[in-house]
């Protein structure tokens, strides 16, 4: 059985960092496409970063280009999200998701496994 667990989430100042990893376990990705999603109070789960796991391809939303790098470490079946220069409007509960193809996409019905999310609060 696949689990995605988050962690690396908490408080922080307008300004500041954050990495987030999203460990993976009961199987081993290869051609797969692995995102991060985030879920705003009102607001619906949104695209924010995905990568190829094995070609390291990646995509961002244009409202994190700059700020948010996505990565993975294949030896430790994880994946991180790096977010600098957070800002009020980064403040969601960060999900992690995995799918069964290689294509990145934004498209939340295309991922086939979740994490259980962990929350990210910035500050102003």
């Known amino acids: 059985q696949v689990q995605l667990v988050e962690s690396g989430g908490g408080l922080v100042q307008a300004g500041g960092s954050l990495r987030l990893s999203c460990a993976a376990s009961g199987r081993t990705f290869s051609d797969n496409a692995m995102a991060w999603f985030r879920q705003a109070p009102g607001k619906e789960r949104e695209f924010v970063a995905g990568?190829?796991?094995?070609?390291?391809?990646?995509r961002y939303v244009d409202s994190v280009k700059g700020r948010f790098t996505i990565s993975r470490d294949n030896a430790k079946n994880t994946v991180y999200l790096q977010m600098n220069s957070l800002k009020p409007e980064d403040t969601a509960v960060y999900y992690c998701?995995?799918?069964?193809?290689?294509?990145?996409?934004?498209?939340?019905?295309?991922?086939?496994?979740w994490g259980q999310g962990t929350q990210v609060t910035v500050s102003s």
């Open positions: 998701a995995a799918a069964n193809r290689p294509i990145i996409t934004d498209f939340r019905s295309r991922y086939d496994y």
């Open positions: 990568i190829n796991w094995s070609s390291g391809t990646t």
